[in-house]
């Protein structure tokens, strides 16, 4: 392929106005498709590495990242994305477990890509017809699987976002003069959410001028979960301040140690102190799809919010999160959404967010949806806590190497501290565990310069670093979970 673009006025003409347009188009970017395709495929090899780590000054040295003065070709267009691919940490990859978000479903790919040809706007019926009955369809589905027969939600930019959604709705459910009059028509509002909170939390507090201080800690028993009778406790003592206590935040699933607070008795504190319960279920809401695992949510259906990313457990592509909605953001805005248009302005749903454009994030879930129906979610679902059930049962096994943090993981997260050989038949003392915390970040090091693996470490209260290990790809197999545990010896031993 030689097509060269010796302007930029002949690059819009590249395509099918140019002599060969279309044949050239077609080879270009059934190129990129290969290339796309073959680190997929290199993803999916376990003999091949996660990563090739480089520090930020070796790999401006080894990657061009200046923008030229003059126009490059297709073949170095080629050139860079295969490079770009070379760099880049393969999340697709079986021994990767760092993130909630892992592996790379093939269809949901595929309909990644279908959305980007598109390249439309989510805001109006308009200009996305079918996308925005699909989004229609597939929100309803998920609001019947929360247990919410009536009610709206959007596709939104991530679970951050839909959380501060949930705060901004609550606030316009409960003080509606807040639009129009701003904060000085408020008593002092107080948020509540649990001590193992996402650092997103605060800046909820802070972006809605409720102030960081009236964001609320509770604290919670030894294994995450936010304890009820705390909570009423600090309602109480807010309530003593003066203060309004309005809105509670559960947690399902929390990012480290994904415990799930009880909805239940949390509901019965809300509906007794008319307070807004939202459920965070960012994390732990694909549990819902399986019959086996969606106890862990009993009472979800009396929350008034909910918050349920299908980019973590659902293995959709990023980034696909969803938040309850209703009516507060309407400014109705004439000029864009004209409420004389010839079709059914309902499904225009730019009024109801706070961004003006929005990504085309359904196509993606939807295909994948239909890909496996609902009987394969299920199985999905159920094997990614199959294989954590498989890797705490192998950690309790090896117990001289490795220290199970929490025994029961609720979740696909499993906490654990790995220990070598100097400190193995030692008393566990909180000297142990401040050195074990040391050898952690040791060992994530070596991990990522060997490029073999890869799990994310942390501290938490008390406890000094600790890996969080997450098993959110569904092609994850027992294999993968003994190579994990030899490769950390291997890696570790004499640390
Ligand atoms: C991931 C996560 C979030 C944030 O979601 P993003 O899509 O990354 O913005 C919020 N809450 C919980 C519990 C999460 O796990
Ligand atoms: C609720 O808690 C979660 C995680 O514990 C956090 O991510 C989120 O930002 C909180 N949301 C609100 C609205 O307080």
Known sequence: MKPVIESVCEKYDLLPLKENGYQITKEFLLSVIEICVEFIKKSNDRSTKVL????????????????????????????????????????????????????LDIVSLAGEWLTAAANTNMFTYEIAPVFILMEHFVLKKMREIIGFPNGDSILAPGGAISNLYAVIVARHAMFPEYKTKGLKALPQLVLFTSEHSHYSTKGAGATCGFGTDNVVEVPCDFNGRMIPDELERLVKQAIAKGHRPFFVNCTCGTTVLGAFDPINPLADICEKYNMWLHVDAAWGGGCLLSPKHKHKLAGIERARSVTWNPHKLMGSLLQCSTGLLIDCNQMCADYLFQQDKHYDVRFDTGDKVIQCGRHNDIFKLWLMWRSKGVSGYVKHIDHLFDMTQYMVKKIKEKSDQFYLIWEEPECVNVCFWYIPKRLRNVAHTREREEELGRITAKLKGRMMNAGTLMISYQPLGDKPNFFRNIISNPGVKEKDIDFMLAELDRLGHDL
């Open 52 to 103: 090739d780590f480089h520090q930020p000054d070796q790999l401006m040295q080894v990657f061009d990242f200046a923008i030229p003065d003059e126009p490059q070709n297709l073949d170095q267009l080629l050139v860079d994305c295969k490079d770009t691919l070379k760099y880049q940490v393969k999340t697709a990859h079986p021994h990767y477990f760092n993130q909630l978000s892992c592996g």
